[in-house]
Structures are given as structure tokens and as C-alpha cells.
């Protein structure tokens, strides 16, 4: 069984919405930070938007206002609701989750356990 699995990418039109949706299994540690990455071909996968175990959010500049993360602790799951897509946000989007508290939660170094990753195209 996979660690974690994502649902919720698609293909929308600049402007639009969508959600993403990430559960762990129940072998998964999901206790501190899980977070959404995301990366597009050639590219260093970048962090997105994390969130501590007790709700605390962390978000990239790039989607600050834009993006909002929330989880359930009791369901381990995270999702991703995001708003007036770009173009430029078109990318593989992956959830994590880390082993260890984190100073630096949109970094993907502290991340144990990863999904497979869900597309999202976003056309202008």
C-alpha cells in the first residue's frame, strides 16, 4: 500500500479551481508537518504549502492568497484548495509528510513519505 495517495488534479482554465485531496495509510507517520509539493520536467520539485500537526499553515510566496491547506488528524488526511490558477501553476502536485519536526517545512528534505503525485494543467 502506497504511504500516501493523492486525488483531486485535473485540467482547468486560468482563473479556476480545484482541490486536491491526500490520504496516508494507517502504517504512515503522520504526526508532524505534511505538506504539498510540486514539479514540472527539468525542474527541482518546490514546496507549495505545509501544514503542522496542530493546523499551523506555511505557504510559498507563490500562493499566498491564492492557495489554502487544511488537514484532518483523526481521517490523516491534507487538502489543497486552490484558487485563480495561473498557468504557470500547471505541475505534477505531490503530498509528503515528515518523520521529524521541521524548521524548514517547504523543504523537501525533512520528507519521508511521499504519493505518486496528481497532474494539474491549468490552459490560459
Known amino acids: 500500500q502506497a504511504p500516501l495517495m493523492e486525488s483531486g488534479g485535473g485540467s482547468v482554465q486560468a482563473g479556476g479551481t480545484l482541490r486536491l485531496s491526500c490520504v496516508a495509510s494507517?502504517?504512515?507517520?503522520?504526526?508532524?508537518?505534511m505538506a504539498w509539493f510540486r514539479q514540472t520536467p527539468g525542474k527541482a520539485r518546490e514546496g507549495v504549502a505545509a501544514?503542522?500537526?496542530?493546523?499551523?499553515?506555511t505557504y510559498a510566496d507563490f500562493v499566498k492568497g491564492r492557495f489554502t491547506i487544511s488537514r484532518d488528524n483523526a481521517e490523516k488526511t491534507i487538502s489543497l484548495e486552490m484558487n485563480n490558477l495561473h498557468p504557470d501553476d500547471t505541475a505534477m502536485y505531490f503530498c509528503?509528510?515528515?518523520?521529524?519536526?521541521?524548521?524548514?517545512?517547504?523543504?523537501?528534505?525533512?520528507?519521508?513519505?511521499w504519493g505518486q503525485g496528481t497532474q494539474v494543467t491549468v490552459s490560459s
Open positions: 494507517k502504517y504512515t507517520q503522520t504526526d508532524y508537518y
Open positions: 509528503a509528510a515528515a518523520a521529524a519536526y521541521t524548521w524548514r517545512p517547504l523543504s523537501a528534505i525533512p520528507y519521508k513519505f
Open positions: 501544514i503542522r500537526s496542530d493546523g499551523d499553515p
